[in-house]
């Protein structure tokens, strides 16, 4: 059952309690599936995880500041009163935020997630709760973090798919299986989630070539992509042995096993990890007081195979318009074309194209040295 707030002409503002009891309802609303998002589907867990974080840090400050946390009720305030306001929510933003980076020590990516998360319970009391509260929140700025993409190389992945040697590495069946998975997942560009849930149902067999049709659970993106000999005979390798196409495992129990397979990998060189607190680079090391930085295989996460499946395509000449029909990412996806940015193959093939032009020029003997002919 909804909270019920009582408001007349005299409230000024909402108090911390009813503040905290409205956005249990905005979190229960979202769980709920009462609250979706603008296409009218389901809010997914994942974001609902980081309404419960919000409301636990935001708890948080409140009582190791013993700060009154109070929303103004727009309608019912003079001007002077819109004035007082405007100073609290600048000065709770201040505080809130410096809580968050030198108490807590967030970076600016999570912190951004959280500001993020206040600024839509803010919308949802205006919107959904006719709640007159003002915009005073479109103020909260949401700093943004570009989160390096870590992604196997080419050679890298076919290391994995076709070197005989590293078979012999891989000495136990359960890392076997942690390979066969990660290279697939490396191929097919699947978000985990999807890939672990993978069932015969997703295989489309036509004329012995082998498809794999997938709707995102995230996006509900229809995605479909043909599969090569290898990922063809990793599914085959576990056909009918599992619920699933692929081995069982958790998500978690995934990535906690992953870097003992990444550490097989060649090439396991340092890696400087940067991160940005209010804009500023912070170096963080793996051991901070000999200054040991991390390794390339510190890095490798389910997240990478998706990546890496993205890069491949896309340094081996893929059309990005078809990378983003197999990927399930929008036309305008952000996300999709850091994929590009970070595209270093093809960075280098276009710059060699310019180079290869300068090496043409040359200098006709002795006319004028800005005087210059292409061959």
Known sequence: MKTKIRITRKNKFLTQSQIFNLLDDFINDAYCGKRTRKDGKRINSSTI?????LRNILQEFCDSHSFEFKIYLESNLTYQEKTVAFRYYRNFYLM???FMYEDKLY???YVGLLIRGLRCFFNYLEVERRISIGTYHKSFFVPREEIPIIALSVDQLKYLIYNESFNTLVKSKKLEEIRDVFVFGCT????VSDLLQLTVQNLFIQDDVYYLRVKSQKTSTKTSIKLPDYAIRIVQKYYGDHATLLPAMT?????SKLKNLAKLIPNDHDIVKVRERRGKQVVIYK?????VHFKF???ITSHTMRRTAITTMLNLGMPEHIVRKISGHAANSREFYRYVELSQFLIDQESDKVFDKIRKYKNPGKRSQNNYTID
């Open 96 to 98: 809130y935020t410096k």
């Open 107 to 109: 970076f600016d990516n």
């Open 49 to 53: 995880v980081n309404y419960v974080h």
């Open 188 to 191: 097919v560009a699947l978000r």
């Open 287 to 291: 051991d901070p007081i000999n200054k």
């Open 251 to 255: 998500a978690q129990w995934f990535n």
């Open 297 to 299: 295989s510190d890095h």
